[in-house]
Structures are given as C-alpha cells and as structure tokens.
C-alpha cells in the first residue's frame, strides 16, 4: 500500500470516529436536559423542585467542564430562585 492510501485511510476513519463521537454526546446531553427541566419547573411555579434540578446540573456541568455558558446561566437562576423563594416566605409569614 503507497502512504498516499494510507493517509486517506487513516483521515476516513478519524472522520468516521468523530461523527460516532459526536452523535453519541449528542445524544447524552445531560446538563441541558437537566437544565430544561428545571426551567419547566420554575416557570410551573414549582421552585423549590427547580432549585434541586438546577443543582443537579450545575453538578453536571462541572463534572463535563466545558459548558462555561450554561454554567453561568444556571449559577444566575439559583441566585433568582433563592431569593424569589426567601421573598416568598417572608411575604407569607405573619407579621407579629
């Protein structure tokens, strides 16, 4: 085999790993379904169940180190949700 075949043989198969790779983290994009869901969540009302998802994939994000942008977008949420909940609950304690 000339190294001309080989090039081409080893550039086909690195393209063809690649697009396996890809679909696969496609596919497994957990962040961002966790981050979906807890988005489901607070806009239903539910905030204290949006504050655990939104945790969760903070603690996801983390571990995959590579989604700088919805890192912060969720650390941004928890601070609103945490507040929002903190507002809530004094507004609807009784005032002694």
Known sequence: MTPF???FLIIGLSLIILLVRSLI???KNIPANLFLEALRNEN???FEEAIVTYENALNE???RRFHSV????IVEKLKVLHSAIDYKRGFISPAV
């Open 61 to 63: 994000v983390k571990k």
């Open 70 to 73: 919805l890192k912060n977008k």
């Open 5 to 7: 075949y080989f090039f």
């Open 44 to 46: 239903s009302g539910h």
């Open 25 to 27: 983290t496609k596919k």
